[in-house]
C-alpha cells in the first residue's frame, strides 16, 4: 500500500525558515518525479515544486521561486522542501504527492504569522 506522510511543519515567524520532510513507502520512490502541492485555508490547491528522479532537475511556481529549495534521498525515500524567508502568504497545508497525484497523505500544516 501506498503511504505518503508528511511532518515538520510548525509556526514561523515571517521571515523565517522551515523544512518539510515526506517519508514515502508502499512504491519505487526513486523512479518517480515528485510534487510539493499546498493549500491555503479557505482555498484550492497549489502546485509549489517538481523534482526528478534522480533529483537532477527542479521546478518552482513563481510565488516560491528564490525562496524554497525541494530535494530528495532516494536511499531513504525521502522528499523534502527547505523553505526560506516566509511570508504569511505562506501559511498552508503542504502535502507531498507522485506527478501522477494519485495518493495523498494527511499534509502538514504551516502557519507563518508574527
Known amino acids: 500500500q501506498v503511504q505518503l506522510v508528511e511532518s515538520g511543519g510548525d509556526l514561523v515567524q515571517p521571515g523565517g525558515s522551515l523544512r518539510v520532510s515526506c517519508a514515502a513507502s508502499?512504491?519505487?520512490?526513486?523512479?518517480?518525479?515528485m510534487n510539493w502541492v499546498r493549500q491555503a485555508p479557505g482555498k484550492g490547491l497549489e502546485w509549489v515544486s517538481t523534482?526528478?528522479?534522480?533529483?537532477?532537475?527542479?521546478w518552482y511556481s513563481g510565488s516560491v521561486k528564490g525562496r524554497f529549495t525541494i530535494s530528495r534521498d532516494n536511499a531513504n525515500n525521502m522528499l523534502y522542501l527547505q523553505m526560506n524567508s516566509l511570508k504569511s502568504d505562506d501559511t498552508a497545508t503542504y502535502y507531498c504527492t507522485k506527478v501522477e497525484l494519485d495518493y495523498w497523505g494527511k499534509g502538514t500544516l504551516v502557519t507563518v504569522s508574527a
Open positions: 508502499g512504491f519505487t520512490f526513486s523512479s518517480y518525479y
Open positions: 523534482i526528478s528522479r534522480d533529483g537532477t532537475e527542479t
